[in-house]
T-cell receptor
Framework: DSGVTQTPKHLITATGQRVTLRCSPR?????VYWYQQSLDQGLQFLIQ???????AKGNILERFSAQQFPDLHSELNLSSLELGDSALYFC????????????FGQGTRLTVV | EDQVTQSPEALRLQEGESSSLNCSYT??????LFWYRQDPGKGPEFLFT???AGEEKEKERLKATLTKKESFLHITAPKPEDSATYLC????????????FGKGTRLSVIA
């Protein structure tokens, strides 16, 4: 158990809908990262937050947004969902940012039908 | 732009047959290189961090080494439970992505 908690584990929704994925980081970790993993792709970086502030942004679609709350949990919002958004979404956390190891949650499997 | 290339894409070993996985990287100022293990449908599990060329880390049957251009994950006398995808990631001084991952090596160990 990495200590990073993601909910829900599975999500099935229809095209055009909006969903929210939740992540609770390990105790004491200030940085949260979101990654997307599709079948044929590796782990694609979406966005990083550090102590409530956006720290780095990857190839995150405009339909996607995220935030980190004062209690350090984070939410990833996905809207106007398309079939191609079906993937595993992982959250990871680390103590700071940069060269410290990141620990991953078990992921949310999103299926868009 | 930081890049990570892992080879081979897939590797099939007999139980007890030692081998190495390769991770080649280009990064502007390496802050750290990380190895993870990922089982199907699960989150990546942290294995090692390497910071500078010449550094080595060991854990059970796994040993990670680092040079200025690549890292190796050596697997000694593997067992079927070592079957997984092994991911390499780098964190560099520049660029916008805190951790850049390779596509992984899918390892199968046959009893």
């Amino acid at each position: 158990d990495s200590g990073v908690t993601q909910t829900p584990k599975h999500l099935i929704t229809a095209t055009g809908q909006r969903v929210t994925l939740r992540c609770s980081p390990r105790s004491g970790d200030l940085s949260v990262y979101w990654y997307q993993q599709s079948l044929d792709q590796g782990l694609q970086f979406l966005i990083q937050y550090y102590n409530g502030e956006e720290r780095a942004k990857g190839n995150i679609l405009e339909r996607f947004s995220a935030q980190q709350f004062p209690d350090l949990h984070s939410e990833l919002n996905l809207s106007s969902l398309e079939l191609g958004d079906s993937a595993l979404y992982f959250c990871a956390s680390s103590k700071t940012w940069g060269n410290t190891e990141a620990f991953f949650g078990q992921g949310t499997r999103l299926t868009v039908v | 732009e930081d890049q990570v290339t892992q080879s081979p894409e897939a590797l099939r070993l007999q139980e007890g047959e030692s081998s190495s996985l390769n991770c080649s990287y280009t990064v502007s100022g390496l802050r750290g290189l990380f190895w993870y293990r990922q089982d199907p449908g699960k989150g990546p599990e942290f294995l090692f961090t390497l910071y500078s060329a010449g550094e080595e880390k060991e854990k059970e049957r796994l040993k990670a080494t680092l040079t200025k251009k690549e890292s190796f994950l050596h697997i000694t006398a593997p067992k079927p439970e070592d079957s997984a995808t092994y991911l390499c990631a780098v964190c560099g001084n520049s660029g916008n992505t805190p951790l850049v991952f390779g596509k992984g090596t899918r390892l199968s160990v046959i009893a």
